[in-house]
């Protein structure tokens, strides 16, 4: 599997930055971020393929972007104006090494980082 480490959680109040990363033992296609908020369902929020290929959910499109740096194996996610509902345990993910199509369906990723805190105050 993947080692993946995620950092650059924390806390900010409604409307503020946050950049998290996520450094890989090694890419594979599709790298992910997810989130999972107290009481909730672990939830996609983008994806990026190693050509570039981005997709986002819809509650976040147009306030992150999701970025790699491929040389340092490193996965990142800008994320501006946040919000309270944003608030949520954030996860890098990487698809197998054998696959070739990306998704942001959880079930699809086998490697887990161990996640960083994103608390948004208001």
């Known amino acids: 599997q993947v080692q993946l480490v995620e950092s650059g959680g924390g806390s900010v109040q409604a409307g503020g930055s946050l950049r998290l990363s996520c450094a890989a033992s090694e890419y594979t296609y599709c790298m992910g971020w997810f989130r999972q908020a107290p009481g909730k369902e672990r939830e996609g929020v983008a994806y990026?393929?190693?050509?570039?290929?981005?997709s986002y959910a819809n509650s976040v499109k147009g306030r992150f972007t999701v970025s790699q740096d491929n040389a340092k194996n490193t996965l990142f996610l800008q994320m501006n104006s946040l919000k309270p509902e944003d608030t949520a345990m954030y996860y890098c993910?990487?698809?197998?090494?054998?696959?070739?199509?990306?998704?942001?369906?959880?079930?699809?990723?086998?490697?887990w980082g161990q996640g960083t805190q994103v608390n948004v105050s208001s």
């Open positions: 993910a990487a698809r197998s090494r054998s696959a070739t199509s990306c998704s942001l369906l959880v079930g699809l990723f086998v490697s």
């Open positions: 990026i393929t190693r050509g570039g290929t981005t």
